[in-house]
């Protein structure tokens, strides 16, 4: 009937309004997170070693390969430690999201030297990303279960592998806070019918 129908289509307008409101209250955490962000790495940003976005309830810090590692390895050298520890201060105080690691790399195939070690720009990739999480996780104290790592080789460029500039630009390690995937949420035995 017309009563039951208006009861139920206020109470569904009264979740969405609390959904809604939930969303900007993450949205309004993350902003905290970027300005803390911006403020701690303000050197390195000035001098374009790294890069920080935020669009609505996603937020990226996009780090160059040179402040992280040297050229053709996957081992975190020690000044890229000391900038993923004073990144991780503030990761530390993010509680409801997904921190994914993600390295991409140029289009330039691995050289006969690494072909051993890395046999194609994926393994590299998701070596120097699964090294930044265990750093996070192992040294600065992240809480493991927030993290995640993701290679993509050569397959999401931001810039023209056509010029040494460009080919610069994509080799890169980001940290994204991302929504936690629903998928991570554990569901009890017998309740999933």
Do not use: C
């Amino acid at each position: 009937n017309n009563n039951e129908l208006s009861s139920e289509l206020k109470s569904k307008n009264l979740e969405v309004l609390v959904l809604k409101e939930e969303k900007e209250n993450q949205i309004t955490t993350l902003k905290k997170t970027y300005n803390a962000l911006i403020t701690e790495m303000h050197d390195e940003i000035t001098e374009g070693e790294i890069e920080i976005t935020q669009l609505r309830d996603k937020l990226s810090l996009r780090l160059v390969e040179e402040i992280l590692f040297d050229s053709g390895s996957a081992d975190v050298k020690k000044e890229g430690k000391k900038v993923l520890e004073r990144v991780a201060d503030i990761l530390k105080k993010v509680s409801d999201k997904q921190i994914r690691i993600e390295g991409h790399t140029d289009n330039v195939p691995i050289g006969s030297v690494l072909k051993e070690k890395f046999p194609t720009n994926w393994e590299l990739s998701v070596a120097r990303a699964v090294n930044v999480v265990r750093h996070l996780e192992e040294k600065a104290g992240i809480d493991a279960y927030f993290l995640s790592a993701a290679g993509y080789s050569k397959f999401k460029p931001l810039a023209s592998n056509e010029t040494e500039e460009g080919r610069e630009t994509n080799r890169r390690i980001e940290i994204v806070l991302i929504p936690i995937d629903l998928d991570r949420i554990p569901i009890e035995s017998g309740k999933n019918k």
